[in-house]
């Protein structure tokens, strides 16, 4: 017997539109493997929405997916011009809500709003936006209890690689900390000036002609995206952390004379990102690693953990961004959500 799920997907940027695409392209798959068929029934970005009652087409969502950005609002005759998560919610109330708008740690908007609503609405909540969980943690997830309804968020963190899963998973184990690199655009850059011996002005420059960097990078090189995963990660891990709490470097500050002098001594520099937790503290720091450090060969955009236990410690690599990563980190939470209600 196969269950119909319904989505209301709010972010149709990189990651919203590579999740259409995969619901449109891997439905079939979806519906044979776990008996569940996802049928998108809105999609918002910020000039309005989109509200077809009886789910888009797998055509439908492919031809959405070829419109510029800001304009799913011009798809007719379903396009509603200004509409919001409460215009749509006033005709649709989905299973799922997806939250795929950016992360915001100012204010947390649009997100948290967003996520609130779609709760109280009896909606369950999926979420690629860290802004919820970095600054409202223990709202979202209260109001998810009152409301009887599920909140997952893996992809906030690593992306396509399952940290928080894993983190979730280790029940019987006594976890004491971790660290490692939690954002690919430091590490790229960091990469290109230590094999390149290249300033950090250049290697900022060419991380941003290849799509890795914002053209305004404040929010990965002043380290608050790290620092927002680190928080992520203690609300997880059951010692909730603010934004304000983490210590953070700024690696603009990094002359590229301290990477040569590095180099000589057989060392680099990574932006290693630690959370303490019997120490209460958590710290985003420039650190100079020797060359034989399981860190010191994740170059590039990659990303690595590793985690302390009492027993052992497990390290995990992978990539920590992508829109076809994060989208499928994000489907893997809708199908066990869907799962998880249905049962
Ligand atoms: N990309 C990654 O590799 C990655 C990895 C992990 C987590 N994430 C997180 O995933 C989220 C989405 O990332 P992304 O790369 O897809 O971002 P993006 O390309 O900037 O897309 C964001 C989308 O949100 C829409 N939006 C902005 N304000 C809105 C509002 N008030 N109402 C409705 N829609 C609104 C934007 O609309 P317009 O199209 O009109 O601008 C756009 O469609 C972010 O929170 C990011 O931190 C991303």
Not at 146 to 153: N, P, W
Not at 314 to 329: C, D, L, M, P, Q
Request: proline share 4%.
């Amino acid at each position: 017997m196969v269950r119909v799920v319904r989505l209301a997907l709010i972010g149709f940027g990189t990651v919203g539109r590579s999740l259409t695409k995969l619901v449109a392209l891997k439905n079939k798959l979806i519906e044979e493997k776990y008996g569940v068929r996802l049928s998108i029934i809105a999609v918002a970005d910020s000039g309005g929405a989109v509200v077809k009652e009886d789910g888009l087409t797998p055509y439908e969502l492919l031809r959405l997916c070829e419109l510029p950005r800001s304009a799913v609002s011009t798809f007719t005759p379903y396009g509603l011009p200004g509409a919001g998560v409460r215009e749509i919610y006033s005709r649709v109330v989905p299973d799922i809500h997806v939250e795929a708008t950016p992360s915001n740690y100012v204010d947390g908007e649009p997100g948290v709003s967003n996520v609130l609503y779609a709760l109280e609405s009896g909606a369950h909540v999926v979420s690629c936006n860290k802004a919820p969980f970095v600054l409202r943690f223990r709202d979202v997830m209260d109001s998810a209890s009152r409301k009887g309804v599920k909140v997952r968020f893996k992809a906030t963190v690593m992306a396509g690689t399952p940290l928080i899963d894993l983190l979730m998973s280790l029940k019987g184990y006594e976890i004491e900390g971790l660290e490692g690199i939690l954002n690919g655009t430091t590490n790229f850059i960091l990469t290109e000036m230590h094999e390149n011996l290249v300033t950090y002005e250049e290697a900022l420059k060419k991380a941003q002609l290849m799509g890795i960097a914002e053209s305004n990078p404040d929010l990965d090189v002043k380290g608050w995206d790290p620092a927002a995963k680190l928080v992520i990660i203690s609300n997880v891990l059951g010692m909730p952390m603010k934004l304000g709490d983490v210590v953070r470097d700024d690696l603009s500050r990094l002359d590229v004379r301290e990477v040569f002098r590095a180099v000589k001594e057989g060392s680099v520099f990574k932006f290693i990102a630690a959370l303490d937790l019997r120490e209460g503290r958590a710290s985003v720091k420039l650190t100079k690693v020797p060359r034989g450090n399981v860190f010191a060969s994740i170059t590039g955009t990659l990303n690595a953990v590793r985690i302390r236990t009492d027993v052992n410690e497990i390290t995990i690599v992978g990539k920590g961004a992508g829109g076809s990563e994060t989208a499928h980190s994000v489907l893997d939470d809708v199908i066990t959500v869907a799962q998880e209600v249905g049962s």
